[in-house]
């Protein structure tokens, strides 16, 4: 009987064009069959059948070479090579790190190099009739047809990578310029240095939206504004154009109706010029997000509305806004010290300083919230604390993707001084009163 399934086994082998003698090493053959197992556990199958097959079979299945994922600019876009650089490195990071599964304890970069190639080689050999009937029968026929089913690319898997993704494109994208995406694809490809054999690999490819920009007209003057477009998405057939839907504007209306987003290049100027302490990547995160997975539209109690620049759950400023039509368009950038934001009309009310004074003072960046030692200034520390400001003074100190800036000793003493002075006027003003 033995002698009987071997022979079958002999017989269907030789029909595939695929070498049938062993020419793996015993260290791929055996991180192979442990992957191969934690695949067939990824595509809804038990791993217990893979144990049904012989060595030989076994060999052949894994006969192959592991390539790692490809990271190219899609033909026709135009993807600077350190930007190209930097995504791989970060992605290939991740890749190594990161599980698809936590219980199956399978990796992105063994699925992407031992997994895909397990798979396509399975469903070759299937074709090719390496299994025999009771073999079939028992599981290589479902599992084909499980492989067949399941979604290699668009995954609740590849979830978690696609968002590492998303995350890392934000960064490079400039909204007044460029914006990246990327497409994610499984490449059948045949190596050179083995002719007549294919195999599997990722391919993923970074796309490019160029911004687009028209000219309108605001208290009779005409500026060039910026068609805002979300980066780091999976790009399509159509522009990923960022909306405003009506009810994040007026809450409880039941008006359906969607503006498109722009942006002056006035607001971006004064963006970063007021969150200071952080590189030019991380501003274009901190802007992308805030106009889309992390937007917040607030209302203030004199009516007027801002979006507010958020990053990591606390605010950082605001982004004063006019519609014209279907449009909306972002005009400039509010500091927290600014009398007419909620946390600077109270700041300025509780020190009893100008909007100018506490720009004087450099309160107006962000900056000035790592440099400055608030103990030393009692006065100061209570009223960023009854305004609000001192959340994101906390936050600043806490996060990790700020510049990590020293005590200014100079700085913290020009300030000091100018509370005591200012206290002391106050004083003098009381008793001659």
């Known amino acids: 009987m033995r002698n009987g399934k071997k022979q079958e086994e002999e017989t269907v082998a030789k029909n595939i064009p695929f070498r049938t003698e062993p020419g793996i090493s015993k260290s791929h053959f055996d991180n192979g069959c442990v992957i191969a197992q934690k695949t067939m556990l990824l595509v809804g199958f038990d791993p217990v059948f893979f144990d049904m097959l012989s060595k030989r079979q076994k060999h052949i299945l894994l006969d192959f070479e592991e390539y790692q994922p490809v990271f190219r600019a899609k033909e026709g876009n135009r993807v600077p090579r350190r930007y190209l650089a930097g995504i791989r490195e970060t992605m290939m990071e991740f890749m190594r790190r990161e599980y ?15 997994g895909i190639s397990f798979i ?26 499980k492989i067949e089913k399941f979604d290699f690319v668009g995954s609740q898997s590849f979830k978690k990578m696609y968002d590492v993704l998303r995350f890392e494109l934000n960064f490079y994208s400039q909204m007044n310029f460029r914006i990246y995406g990327f497409e994610f694809h499984i490449e059948i490809f045949k190596p050179k240095e083995i002719a007549g054999q294919s195999n599997l ?36 057939n159509t522009c990923p154009y960022i909306i405003m839907n009506h009810k994040e504007l007026y809450p409880g209306s039941k008006l359906k109706k969607e503006y498109g987003m722009y942006i002056l290049s006035h607001a971006i100027h004064h963006f970063k010029e007021h969150i200071d302490n952080v590189d030019a990547l991380l501003r274009n995160y901190i802007l992308n997000s805030s106009m889309t997975d992390n937007r917040k539209v607030i209302r203030c109690a004199n009516g007027q509305s801002f979006i507010c620049c958020v990053i990591r759950n606390f605010v950082t400023g605001y982004f004063t806004y006019t519609v014209q039509d279907d449009k909306l368009f972002i005009l400039s950038f509010l500091p927290l010290t600014s009398r007419l934001v909620p946390e600077g009309e109270k700041l300025c009310r509780v020190l009893n300083l100008g909007e100018d004074e506490l720009a004087y003072l450099g309160m107006d960046k962000l900056s000035f919230y790592a440099t400055v030692n608030f103990d030393e200034i009692p006065v100061l520390k209570n009223a960023l604390m009854e305004s609000g400001i001192w959340k994101a003074k906390i936050a600043v100190d806490e996060s990790t993707i700020y510049e990590k800036l ?4 100079e700085k913290t003493q020009f300030v000091k001084n100018f509370f005591e002075k200012t206290e002391t006027r106050k004083i003098q003003f009381s008793i001659e009163k």
């Open 120 to 145: 396509f080689s399975f469903q070759m050999n299937y074709k090719y009739g390496i299994f025999t009937d009771e073999q079939k029968e028992a599981f290589a026929d479902e599992m084909s047809n």
């Open 201 to 236: 690999r990722y391919l993923l490819k970074l796309t490019s939206h160029e911004n687009e920009s028209m000219h309108f007209t605001h208290n009779d003057a005409s500026y060039k504004a910026y068609r805002l477009i979300a980066g780091g998405r999976h790009s399509s």
């Open 406 to 409: 020293k005590i200014d000793k």
């Open 100 to 114: 698809i599964d936590e219980k199956i304890r399978l990796t992105y970069l063994d699925f992407a190099t031992y």
